[in-house]
């Protein structure tokens, strides 16, 4: 965890823990510009020699990550292949896959990742933001529905999802590790105003508000619960992040509380409450998902003992799922 993984790099760790019996590795479709996008199935070994993929979807739920969909928030395939590393290896972790199946994305944006790669090499602590989106430029995820995208690489999402039919999915993201946009240097960009200066790790929780779906809501509560217990159990990352948010109310909340806000549950920022006027509702996919979540740690571009940092954080985030399907 103190280097920015390559999509190169993943790749081989990939297939390196894909020799292992648990796990199959494969080449899911390639990038815009040719690279290999690979996906891991995780499941407990099996002997016969012909094995239902849909009765493995249903009789055990499926957990399903995807990693740096803006490849220059680097510590999401840090975290997820460690994820595996241990489910795959440590004899505490491996008793896990009794209740579920685990499917994994470590780099959904190989082009992006690898050009945000190269310039961290130039400026190791700069945002790299030219390596966030997919080499044309749109973002990989708006063109998983389309057929026709040129983005070759946002199919594979598609394809996972519309094979495992996954119960939860989660998409860890990231945000600059210091200053970014100053409120009157002719700088303002849509959707990121509130990004003046970090506010430590946070993610948010959708309380669904459909009677039709009472298991979301249940899921949503205890989430919320599970997710603030595995973020801040690790002293140093609750530590962090309590001295963030406390600079975070400070300078920008007790200004601006109309456009600053922080929610924190047990020490850890989670958004929780409604704060629009209309209910949430189940999505397109929320008749298959019962929980999904993506996160915001302060990885754009974390190097060394802050890289470890951040990616202790997200492991938490992946490890409040592994519990919740668990218990």
């Given at each position: ?18 020799t ?21 199935e ?12 849909a ?26 292949l460690?994820?595996a ?22 780099v ?22 030219a ?7 749109p ?7 389309n057929?026709?995208t040129?983005i ?61 779906y ?10 919320r ?18 001295r ?26 989670i958004y929780?409450?409604?704060r ?26 974390a ?20 519990r919740?399907?668990?218990?």
């Amino acid at each position: 965890w103190d280097h920015v993984i390559s999509p190169e790099e993943s790749e081989r760790i990939a297939h390196t823990l894909g020799t292992l019996p648990e796990v199959t590795t494969y080449v899911a479709g390639e990038s815009y510009q040719g690279r290999p996008v690979s996906v891991m199935e995780i499941a407990l070994p099996m002997e016969a020699e012909l094995v239902s993929q849909a009765k493995m979807s249903s009789w055990k739920p499926v957990f399903s990550l995807i990693g740096r969909q803006h490849a220059n928030e680097v510590s999401s395939t840090s975290h997820i292949l460690r994820l595996a590393e241990l489910l795959l290896t440590d004899p505490d972790y491996k008793p896990y896959l009794k209740k579920m199946n685990v499917v994994m994305h470590p780099v959904s944006n190989p082009d992006g990742a690898a050009l945000a790669y190269e310039l961290q090499k130039l400026t190791p602590t700069h945002c790299l933001h030219a390596g966030r989106y997919s080499a044309l430029g749109p973002d990989v995820s708006g063109e998983a529905r389309n057929p026709d995208t040129l983005i070759t690489e946002a199919l594979v999402i598609k394809k996972v999802f519309d094979t495992w039919l996954p119960d939860v999915q989660l998409n860890p993201h990231g945000y600059p590790s210091h200053e970014w946009v100053q409120t009157f240097s002719n700088y303002l960009p849509y959707r990121f105003r509130s990004y003046w200066i970090p506010r430590g790790w946070y993610t948010g929780v959708r309380k669904i508000e459909d009677p039709r779906y009472p298991d979301h809501r249940a899921a949503a509560f205890a989430m919320r619960d599970y997710i603030a217990e595995e973020v801040s159990r690790d002293p140093e990352v609750r530590d962090t992040n309590l001295r963030i948010y406390d600079r975070y109310r400070r300078w920008a909340i007790r200004w601006q509380p109309h456009l600053y806000n922080l929610e924190v549950h047990n020490d850890t920022a989670i958004y929780f409450s409604r704060r629009r006027s209309t209910a949430p509702r189940v999505g397109p996919t929320g008749n298959i998902l019962v929980f999904s979540a993506g996160t915001e740690a302060m990885d754009e571009t974390a190097q060394g003992e802050w890289l470890d940092l951040v990616s202790r954080m997200g492991f938490g985030f992946l490890m409040a799922s592994v519990r919740f399907l668990d218990e």
